[in-house]
């Protein structure tokens, strides 16, 4: 008679393995320990063998039936289930052998160790984070030219189109050591030539490498002008809002005991938060008894009574009075700086950055997040953005960021 499930549910175990059997060679085995294992009998080239079908009750009755259907229907095809069961299993291993995830570490452990330990962190970061989750799965011979470019618009649509320069040279280095070791026939980032935009093509000009930024902030530091426009400049690169966000702060919407700045962007008409880092509150507190009785935070030095804010050529003029060019640094400059080290060097999520810098960021389903998304995190990010400017400026942690791999 054909098992139930109330049959199965009901069986014993006794002082051996009993049979229960169902039917076209399936059974369930019923070990003294109360374990139940679903078994096919079958016979292939005159000989008599058994396949494991799972164990009950993950597999059901019903799915073990349909199981052995499967089997028996490679029997009719003069294929042993046992050796297809095995064939199926070495053709899955060898495909994550070969998927691009596992070529990409591969390369990274053979060539890593020749590597700056800094240059190579970033590099596997910038993989596990832009490429494997879209296409590490995949076998590496079968990704196409049109499937790496979107993954790589990600990218540059989040505005990160130096990352994506980057990340899209990485790859290339992994298929043509695929190609190299016999995995892949050929390298599809030839194809993507001219895809992308140059990097060179940028608006505003900034320092992005880590040793020039250092110059820049000693430059600031150094600077003997009045105390609004010097704390100003000290504040620029730790905060790194829009220059006119910048000049309009006022202390009403600064709570020094939250070390929080709270304002309304007038770009987009959207509530923002800027977390204030250790470095950012001594300077908004050493200049609070200057100004802290006014209007405005930076107010402008032809206004005594502080109701009119500063003249927005006043940082780019001092910076100018300090050698630094309009070439090398504009006030928007410290954004793209903040954006492209936060990255790079220090691998914070791009989300992160990208609500920091008040840019429109949208979830799954289209809808703006508030102002208080990731705060937690943004907060430690940009505590962790300041004491990284402070070792730039003492010296350390000059990273090269174009070095290539």
């Given at each position: 008679?054909?098992?139930t ?6 069986a014993?175990a006794g ?32 000989k008599e ?17 349909d ?20 064939a ?18 591969e390369?990274?452990?053979?060539h ?19 490429i ?29 189109l ?5 990340a ?15 995995r ?31 110059e ?22 730790l ?45 908004l ?7 802290g ?24 003029a ?12 504009s ?13 790079e ?7 992160f ?26 907060r ?13 400026k ?12």
């Amino acid at each position: 008679m054909p098992l139930t499930d109330t049959a199965i549910r009901n069986a014993k175990a006794g002082d051996k393995a009993r049979k229960l059997f169902d039917g076209g060679g399936l059974y369930l085995e019923v070990a003294p320990s109360g374990g139940k294992w679903w078994r096919l009998k079958y016979r292939y080239g005159g000989k008599e063998k058994r396949l494991s079908l799972g164990v009950y009750p993950d597999v059901s009755l019903k799915d073990a039936r349909d199981r052995r259907d499967e089997a028996r229907k490679l029997l009719a095809n003069d294929i042993d289930p046992s050796e297809n069961r095995k064939a199926t299993k070495a053709a899955k291993v060898e495909r994550a052998a070969n998927s691009f995830e596992a070529v990409a570490r591969e390369w990274y452990a053979k060539h890593s160790p020749n590597w700056s330990a800094n240059h190579g962190d970033r590099i596997i970061r910038r993989l596990e984070r832009d490429i494997f989750p879209w296409l590490g799965g995949k076998p590496v011979a079968d990704i196409t030219a049109p499937q790496l470019l979107e993954v790589i618009r990600r990218i540059e649509q989040r505005g990160a189109l130096e990352t994506a320069h980057r990340a899209l040279g990485n790859c290339g280095q992994v298929f043509r050591y695929a190609v190299a070791t016999g995995r892949a026939e050929r390298d599809p980032t030839g194809d993507l030539r001219g895809a992308l935009p140059p990097v060179k093509g940028t608006h505003f000009a900034s320092v992005t490498e880590p040793k020039k930024v250092a110059e820049v902030l000693r430059a600031l530091d150094g600077y003997e002008g009045t105390l609004p426009v010097r704390c100003a400049l000290r504040l620029a690169p730790l905060v790194f809002v829009r220059p006119g966000e910048l000049r309009h702060a006022e202390w009403a919407d600064i709570d020094l005991d939250a070390a929080e700045w709270r304002y309304t962007v007038k770009k987009t008409n959207t509530p923002h938060i800027v977390p204030l880092s250790r470095q950012a509150m001594d300077i908004l507190r050493e200049l609070h008894p200057l100004t802290g009785n006014g209007r405005y935070v930076f107010p402008s030095a032809r206004n005594p009574r502080g109701d009119k804010p500063m003249s927005d050529n006043a940082i780019l003029a001092a910076m100018r009075r300090m050698g630094i060019s309009k070439e090398e640094m504009s006030g928007h400059g410290f954004r793209a700086m903040a954006r492209t080290i936060l990255d790079e060097v220090l691998g914070f999520r791009p989300d992160f950055i990208e609500h920091q810098l008040a840019h429109a960021v949208r979830d799954p389903n289209g809808r703006a997040y508030n102002r208080t998304a990731h705060l937690r995190e943004r907060r430690k990010m940009m505590q962790k953005w300041a004491d990284y400017l402070d070792k730039l400026k003492a010296g350390a942690e000059v990273i090269p960021m174009n070095q290539s791999a």
